[in-house]
């Protein structure tokens, strides 16, 4: 039980960590490529 709530924890955080991971470099690519266009577009929200 303990082994098995131990890989269910690993598998999780690294779940989170990937997520974390594709958000920022979507942003980052986002802003690096859009620029201006990208913060009108956010200005208009």
């Known amino acids: 039980m303990v082994f098995f709530q131990i890989v269910i924890n690993i598998v999780f955080f690294t779940l989170i960590a990937v997520i974390l991971l594709l958000i920022v470099g979507f942003f980052g690519v986002c802003q ?3 620029g ?3 913060d009108g577009v ?3 929200k």
């Open 36 to 38: 201006k266009a990208f």
């Open 42 to 44: 956010s200005v208009v």
């Open 32 to 34: 690096s490529r859009w």
